[in-house]
C-alpha cells in the first residue's frame, strides 16, 4: 500500500490496574499504526477524572513523567486517531467526554457511523449543542437525552439509533462498558493482566505489549460491562450477521495481530499463495513493496518456487507530515520512501506485489523507478481484488471517482502504470485464503463492499443526502 489508503482509529481500555495510564499509553502505542494524527487518556480514580490530549504520536506526547502523574487512577480508555469523520481539529480528540446526568462519561470509537449526519441534524433542531464535528459526539448526545433510568439502558438506547460501524470503549463511574456493532465491522478483543487486569483493544498487539494474555473477541453486538463485580456480557441488539471488514486482513491489522482468532501474518501469506495459484508467472525474482507486500510475496514466492528478494528498501524515518503537505512534495514522497536495491533487480524478470491500488499514481512511480533500476520485465501482483468502491465504515478512502478501478478495466491500468502485466487475487481467491472456504456471494461473510460495492450496512446519510447544518470546522 503505497501511502494512499489511511488508517482509521484504535482503541484501548483497562479496568483495575496501578498502573492504568502506563499501560494504556502503551497499548495506544502498540496501536499506532491505526491513527496517527492524534492521541488522547482518560482515566479515572474514585469520581475523580483526568484526560490528556495531543496532536502526533502516543510516544512523543505520552511518555513523560508529568503526564503519566497527571493521568491517576486504575481505569482508563485511549484513542488514537485519523480523522474518518470530521476534520482534523483540537475539538476532534478523543476520548470524547461530557458531564451528563448520570455523571461523567468518556467514550472512544472505532469506526463510522452511516446515519450520523441524519441523527446530528435532528440533535441541533432540538437544541443540542456540538463542540466537534466527530460522528462518535452523536453518541454522547444520544445517550444524554435517554430517559432510561440506568446508564447501561442508556448506552443501549443511544447505540439501536446509530447506524455503521463502532467498537466503543466507555468510562463512567468506576465502570468500563465496551461494546461492538451488531455486525463486528471493527474488531474489538478482551485480554487480562497476571494481575487480574481486564483490557480491551482494537487488536491483540496491543496486549501482547503490555504482557496481556488474548481471552476472546468481543462479539458483534454484545456488551461488555467490567466493574467491581466483575465482568458481564449482555446481548442487548438485535442479531446481525457477523460483517468483518476484510480489508483488515488485507492491510490494516498489524500482522502480529490475531483477528477471528487468526494470524494476520499467517492469512497473509496464505493470500499470497492463492495469488501464485490464480496468476502464474515465469519470472526471475518476487519482490514485495514493503511493508504490507512482504507477507503476500512471501506467500507468493513459497508457492511458486520463485525466490523472494527485498528487491525494494523502506526508509522507516520519514513522518507522515514530511510527504503529505502539498503535491510538489507528495511527487517525491516514492523515492524519500521506497529505493530499488539495484543488486537484486537488474537484468531481472520481477514480481511486485501490493496489497492494494488505490489511485495507481504511486504504483506508476514505483514501476518506473524499477524498471530505471534495469529490471529486464516489471508485473504487479494486487492482494486483494480491484478497489471499485469507497467505505463508508471507518477507513477514510477517496471518492469512487478517485479509485482507478472504479473507472479503468485492468488493462487500462496495467497501461496507465507501465507494468507488463497486471493481475489481482480474484474476491473468491481472497475468501479462500481467510476462511478457507467459499464466498456466499447471496450474504458474504465478511464485508468486502470496497471489492463488490454490496454495502452490508444502510448508508442512510449518503442515500437521504444528509449534510451538517453548520459546517462551523471549515
Ligand atoms: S468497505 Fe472495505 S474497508 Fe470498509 S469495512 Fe468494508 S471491507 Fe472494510
Do not use: W
Not at 461530557?98 to 441524519?118: D, I, K, P, V, Y
Not at 477471528?260 to 515465469?282: F, P, S, T
Not at 464466498?439 to 443526502?465: H, M, V, W
Amino acid at each position: 500500500m503505497f501511502d494512499e489508503l489511511k488508517e482509521e482509529c484504535g482503541v484501548f481500555a483497562i479496568y483495575g490496574s496501578p498502573d492504568a495510564a502506563v499501560n494504556t499509553a502503551l497499548g495506544l502505542h502498540a496501536l499506532q499504526h491505526r491513527g496517527q494524527e492524534a492521541a488522547g487518556i482518560v482515566t479515572m480514580s474514585g469520581s475523580l477524572f483526568s484526560a490528556h490530549f495531543a496532536d502526533g504520536l502516543v510516544a512523543d506526547n505520552f511518555t513523560s513523567q508529568e503526564i503519566v502523574k497527571k493521568l491517576e487512577g486504575d481505569i482508563a480508555i485511549g484513542h488514537v486517531r485519523y480523522s474518518t469523520a470530521g476534520k482534523k481539529s483540537a475539538h476532534n480528540h478523543q476520548p470524547i467526554y461530557a458531564e451528563l446526568s448520570c455523571g461523567f462519561l468518556a467514550l472512544a470509537h472505532n469506526g463510522n457511523l452511516t446515519n450520523a449526519m441524519t441523527l446530528r441534524n435532528k440533535l441541533i433542531k432540538r437544541g443540542s449543542i456540538f463542540q466537534s464535528t466527530m460522528d462518535t459526539e452523536v453518541i454522547i448526545h444520544l445517550i444524554a437525552l435517554s430517559q432510561k433510568p440506568t446508564l447501561n439502558e442508556k448506552i443501549i438506547d443511544a447505540v439501536s439509533q446509530i447506524e455503521g460501524a463502532f467498537s466503543l470503549v466507555i468510562i463512567h463511574e468506576g465502570k468500563i462498558i465496551a461494546l461492538r456493532d451488531p455486525n463486528g465491522v471493527r474488531p474489538l478483543v478482551l485480554g487480562r493482566l497476571g494481575d487480574g487486569a481486564y483490557v480491551i483493544a482494537s487488536e491483540t498487539c496491543a496486549l501482547d505489549i503490555i504482557g496481556a494474555k488474548f481471552e476472546r473477541d468481543i462479539e458483534h453486538g454484545e456488551m461488555v460491562v467490567i466493574s467491581e463485580d466483575g465482568i458481564k456480557s449482555l446481548q442487548p441488539f438485535s442479531v446481525a450477521p457477523s460483517k468483518f471488514c476484510i480489508f483488515e486482513y488485507v492491510y490494516f491489522s498489524r500482522p502480529d495481530s490475531l483477528l477471528e482468532g487468526k494470524n494476520v501474518y499467517e492469512m497473509r501469506k496464505n493470500i499470497g499463495i492463492e495469488l501464485a495459484r490464480e496468476l502464474k508467472l515465469d519470472a526471475d525474482v518476487i519482490v514485495p513493496i514493503p511493508d504490507s507486500g512482504v507477507p503476500a510475496a512471501i506467500g507468493y514466492a513459497l508457492e511458486s518456487k520463485i525466490p523472494f528478494e527485498l528487491g525494494i528498501i523502506r526508509n522507516h524515518y520519514v513522518g507522515r507530515t514530511f510527504i503529505e503537505p502539498t503535491d510538489k512534495i507528495r511527487h517525491f514522497g516514492v523515492k524519500l520512501k521506497h529505493n530499488a536495491n539495484l543488486a537484486v533487480i537488474k537484468d531481472k524478470r520481477v514480481v511486485l506485489i501490493d496489497d492494494s491500488i488505490v489511485r495507481g499514481t504511486t504504483s506508476k512511480k514505483i514501476v518506473q523507478m524499477i524498471r530505471d533500476a534495469g529490471a529486464k520485465e516489471v508485473h504487479l501482483l494486487i492482494a486483494s481484488p480491484p478497489t471499485i468502491s469507497p467505505c463508508f465504515y471507518g477507513v477514510d478512502t477517496p471518492e469512487k471517482e478517485d479509485l482507478i478501478a472504479s473507472k479503468l478495466s485492468v488493462e487500462e491500468i496495467r497501461k496507465m502504470i507501465g507494468a507488463d502485466s497486471l493481475g489481482y487475487i480474484s474476491i473468491d481467491g481472497l475468501y479462500r485464503a481467510i476462511i478457507a472456504g467459499k464466498r456466499n456471494n447471496e450474504n458474504p461473510q465478511y464485508c468486502d463492499a470496497c471489492f463488490s460495492d454490496q454495502y452490508p450496512i444502510r448508508l442512510t446519510d449518503k442515500e437521504g443526502g444528509e449534510v451538517p447544518l453548520f459546517d462551523f470546522m471549515k
